[in-house]
Structure formats: structure tokens, C-alpha cells
């Protein structure tokens, strides 16, 4: 399988700030790379898909990059709602795997 | 608007089943792979399985293997997952969610997720 790794496990940052979470595949997985948020007793929600496409209804706010086994998700400019879990997903396998998420709090 | 409600979760001992269903409307069912994704309480999420738009092509998480059937019935447009000889590390609230990428794989909806709790 496909190992994904985010860092940091968890972060503290303040309204306003920019903020990168980073997400490391095991191999090569192109641009296969997908970002959740979920914040508590919520749904996952679908961030951006193929590394760096935005879904539908997602704030310019956020933005991915990267490609191959290295990818990053920054958020320009935090805003309150945005303090959550952060996932990555690889899906160049059949066999998706997510990391293990990157807890946002607010400082 | 898309809707995924998942239902059958439940308690259940170890080592017994439970089936798990996700009941879709607001798209043509027909036309999406549709996913499996868990979350033990206060842990990460965890891809289950997947299926594909026709029911042809099945694919599973090694933890899950041989154990877990994915599978579809697109004429009630409904999603299943069977989960035998179910282990307390089971116990997790299960989401079915929609393929909806055009690149690789991704969940563009997702259910409310159903909890299944497995101790005796």
C-alpha cells in the first residue's frame, strides 16, 4: 500500500495567517492527490482533488500544489471556520489510503 | 441535491454481521463508483472499499479483506456493505461516499456515516 504522512500532526495559528500542511507519499502517485477538511461531529468535505483543482463552493482561500510524492495544502488567510482536520488521499492505487490528518487550532 | 443516508449500523458481538446500506438520490446513481470510508471514534479516516459504476469491479482495504463485501443494486439505487465476522477494531462510524472526480478517485459527497459498535 501506499503510505501517506501529513506534517505536522498538529498546528496552532491565529486569524490571518497562512498556514501549509504537507503530505508525502511513500512512491510516485502523480498528481492522484486529494485534501478533506472535517471539522468535529461534521462530515468530511472535499477540499481539492488532483492536487491543485478546487471543488465547487471551496474558498480561493485555500490552494494545493505538488505532484509525484510531495504536495502541500496552503490556506492564504485563515478565517474561523477553517480551524478543522485536514486530510490528504492518494488515489493513484485502487487502494486509497489517507494520512493520518493535521489538526488546526486556533492559537 | 445529492443525497447519500446510510442505515443498518448498529451493535453486534464479534464475530456476528451487519449489513450496511446508502440510499442515493439527486443523481444517477448508475453512473458513480461509489466508496466505503470509516472513522474509529477520535481517529483518522480510513478508506473500507470501493465499487464500480456497474458493480464489475470491486476493490477492498487489506484489513477488511475476506471479511466485507461491497456491492450495488442500481435498479433501488442503493449501496451495501456486508460485514462479516466483525471485530471490536471494527467499531467505527461508516460513510458511504460518491466517486465524483474526473481525475483519479475523490469523495465529492458523503453520507452522514452510520455507527457500527462491535463488543460482546
Known amino acids: 500500500d501506499i503510505q501517506m504522512t501529513q506534517s505536522p500532526s498538529s498546528l496552532s495559528a491565529s486569524i490571518g495567517d497562512r498556514v501549509t500542511i504537507t503530505c508525502r507519499a511513500s512512491?510516485?502517485?502523480?498528481?492522484?492527490l486529494n485534501w478533506y477538511q472535517q471539522k468535529p461531529g461534521k462530515v468530511p468535505r472535499l477540499l481539492i482533488y488532483?492536487?491543485?483543482s478546487l471543488q465547487s463552493g471551496v474558498p480561493s482561500r485555500f490552494r494545493g500544489s505538488g505532484s509525484g510524492t510531495d504536495f502541500t495544502l496552503t490556506i492564504s488567510s485563515l478565517q474561523p471556520e477553517d480551524f478543522a482536520t485536514y486530510y490528504c488521499?492518494?488515489?493513484?492505487?485502487?487502494?486509497?489510503?489517507f494520512g493520518q490528518g493535521t489538526r488546526l487550532e486556533i492559537k | 441535491q445529492v443525497q447519500l443516508v446510510e442505515s443498518g449500523g448498529g451493535v453486534a458481538q464479534p464475530g456476528r454481521s451487519l449489513r450496511l446500506s446508502c440510499a442515493a438520490s439527486?443523481?444517477?446513481?448508475?453512473?458513480?463508483?461509489m466508496h466505503w470510508v470509516r472513522q474509529a471514534p477520535g481517529k483518522g479516516l480510513e478508506w473500507v472499499a470501493v465499487?464500480?459504476?456497474?458493480?464489475?469491479?470491486?476493490y477492498y482495504a487489506d484489513s477488511v479483506k475476506g471479511r466485507f463485501t461491497i456491492s450495488r443494486d442500481n435498479s433501488k439505487n442503493t449501496l451495501y456493505l456486508q460485514m462479516n465476522s466483525l471485530r471490536p477494531e471494527d467499531t467505527s462510524v461508516y460513510y458511504c461516499?460518491?466517486?465524483?472526480?474526473?481525475?483519479?478517485?475523490?469523495?465529492?459527497?458523503w453520507g452522514q456515516g452510520t455507527l457500527v459498535t462491535v463488543s460482546s
Open positions: 488521499q492518494q488515489s493513484y492505487s485502487m487502494f486509497i489510503t
Open positions: 465499487i464500480s459504476y456497474d458493480g464489475d469491479n470491486k
Open positions: 512512491q510516485s502517485i502523480v498528481n492522484y
Open positions: 461516499a460518491r466517486d465524483g472526480c474526473s481525475i483519479g478517485s475523490c469523495h465529492d459527497y
Open positions: 488532483a492536487a491543485s
Open positions: 439527486g443523481f444517477t446513481f448508475s453512473n458513480y463508483a
